[in-house]
């Protein structure tokens, strides 16, 4: 049997059910000048939010928030119990503006050995296990850092079959990064290539699926007004290029500009309330909105 290790533990793969694969329910990033533009830090608040979308029937949600985000396992799991949805948490780091001076200076083994410690054994003394790995790309260049974490968790997912999400800044970089990182024996069908729907163009995404890897398409809601018409029209055409269970969609609304319990816009909501009904009136059909939304996160999140 399958299983998805969330932060209260093992649940079985048919219990993940509708899935937000890409939020930010705690973050605390401080850019290099010291300035925290992200800052998600209400437990009440997104207790409300994660109600509003569980009431729709949302059941669960992923956690991208790595090391070097001001990532909080506590956190995360009291908010799982407060509302009874399953959270999965993330293991590994962002792009290399963010990634800790101490990780830099570590050898490849000690950085192998710290993910693999929190795999097994959960994040600092909380005993919360990961359910996912994480590397970030920035934009436009994958610095040498990036391109040596990449390889270390290669070696991970391999040992662990987990996720292996790639954060690529407003998109960019995807492609060489997905063949260094399959060159480099990452598991290919758990691969998730994150953002790259920032830049709308259809032919990148479809080459990306090409590989067989994942895409996320998680900025959904940045152009709410007109139900991200755009992206809705790039997942019909993969859909249509026979691609359907390549493709996750998500919101990324790891800031208060974003979330409704912090007078931010469109809200988590949005996705379920708004986006999935305009999708369904653009012809996607219920089944296919079903597979991209439960039975690929299901498939991918499970070991
Ligand atoms: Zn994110």
Redesign the pocket.
């Known amino acids: 049997m399958k299983y998805i290790m969330t932060t209260r533990g093992k649940i079985e793969d048919s219990e993940l059910g509708f899935t937000y694969e ?1 939020e ?1 329910l705690y973050t605390y990033l401080a850019q290099k000048d010291g300035a925290f533009d992200y800052e998600v830090t209400n437990l009440d608040n997104m207790e409300k939010d994660l109600k509003d979308i569980k009431a729709c029937g949302c059941n669960s949600i992923v956690d ?1 928030s790595a090391i070097g985000m001001g990532r909080n396992a506590e956190f995360l799991n009291a908010l799982s119990i407060r509302t009874g949805m399953n959270v999965i948490c993330t293991t590994g780091f962002y792009r290399d503006e963010y990634i800790p001076d101490v990780i830099k200076d570590m050898s490849d083994n000690k950085v192998y050995d710290l993910i693999m410690n929190e795999i097994n054994n959960g994040i600092g003394y909380t005993g919360i296990r990961p359910g996912m790995i994480k590397i970030g790309v920035s934009k436009d260049i994958v610095t040498d850092e990036e391109f040596r974490l990449g390889k270390i968790m290669c070696a991970v997912q391999r040992e662990t079959n987990l996720p292996f999400y790639v ?1 690529f800044t407003d998109g960019t970089c995807a492609v060489e990064t997905a063949k260094y990182l399959i060159d480099s024996g990452a598991v290919k069908e758990k691969l998730i290539l994150g953002h790259v729907d920032v830049p709308k163009d259809r032919y990148y995404l479809e080459k990306l699926c090409s590989f067989g890897v994942n895409v996320s398409m998680d900025k959904f809601g940045r152009d709410y007004n007109n139900h991200d018409k755009n992206k809705v029209d790039i997942v019909k055409y993969l859909i249509g290029k026979g691609y359907l269970n390549r493709i996750l969609v998500g919101g ?1 609304m ?1 800031n208060t500009k974003y979330l409704s319990s912090y007078s931010g816009k469109p809200g988590l909501d949005y996705i379920i309330k708004e986006l999935i009904p305009y999708m369904i009136n653009m012809g996607i059909n219920k089944e296919d909105i079903k597979q991209i939304f439960e039975g690929n996160p299901s498939r991918i999140f499970s070991v």
């Open positions: 890409h930010h991208a954060h990324d790891g």
